[in-house]
Each structure stands twice: as C-alpha cells, then as structure tokens.
C-alpha cells in the first residue's frame, strides 16, 4: 500500500504557472510509472502525464505537451508536475497516481491502469 498526497493547487489568472507536488507515504522505487490526470466538472478524469524513473521516459496529453513537465525524485519519494501558460481550459481538480505493475518500459494512460490516487487538488485558471 502507498499512500499520496497531492499539494500546489490553487487560484492563477491564464498564462501564469503552478508546480504541483505528489509526496508518498513510502518509498517509491519499486513503483515505475507514476502519473498525473485531471477531473474538470461534468467530465471523465483524463490522463495528463506520466513518467517512468525505469526507462526514463515521459508522456503528455495533448492538450498539455509543451506546457506542463513531469519529473520524480525517488529520494523524497515525490512526484512533481510544473505547469506554465496555464489556460482556463487546465481549470480541474488533479490527481496523482501510480502504477503497480511491472512496467519497464514506456506508461500506461488509463484511469484503470493505476492502482493507488492521491485525494486530489484544486487547480483554477482564470481568463
């Protein structure tokens, strides 16, 4: 079991930048894929970023590449997720999460593909 607790979120008039924070109850070094989604109101939860410490590599939604930036530290046990030009549209309560299985290579993207979720925080971008 890990627990995760998301912190960062808050209130950011569009353009401006939030770096969201994801601290696990435990080490993490055994679990390889850790990621980040989104619940905007009256919509699914999507899938924002995820990052594999194993292999090393990253991935981003669409809506998000270029902007948002996922990085690990397995020391702290932490998972980050670095927001800039925020958009109205980025406006959602997100999630950290991670991914049990095996993965040595590459990240999964669906909701039911992550076994542990932090409670989530609030991110508002104002236009």
């Known amino acids: 079991q890990v627990q995760l607790v998301e912190s960062g979120g808050g209130l950011v008039q569009a353009g401006g930048s939030l770096r969201l924070s994801c601290a696990a109850s435990?080490?993490?070094?055994?679990?390889?894929?850790m990621g980040w989604f989104r619940q905007a109101p009256g919509k699914e939860r999507e899938f924002v970023a995820a990052h594999n410490w194993r292999d090393g590599t990253t991935g981003y939604a669409n809506s998000v590449k270029g902007r948002f930036t996922i990085s690990r530290d397995n020391a702290k046990n932490t998972v980050y997720l670095q927001m800039n030009s925020l958009k109205p549209e980025d406006t959602a309560v997100y999630y950290c999460?991670?991914?049990?299985?095996?993965?040595?290579?590459?990240?999964?993207?669906?909701?039911?593909?992550?076994?542990?979720w932090g409670q989530g925080t609030q991110v508002t971008v104002s236009s």
């Open positions: 999460a991670a991914d049990s299985s095996p993965i040595f290579a590459g990240w999964r993207t669906g909701v039911t593909d992550y076994d542990y």
């Open positions: 435990r080490r993490t070094v055994s679990i390889y894929v």
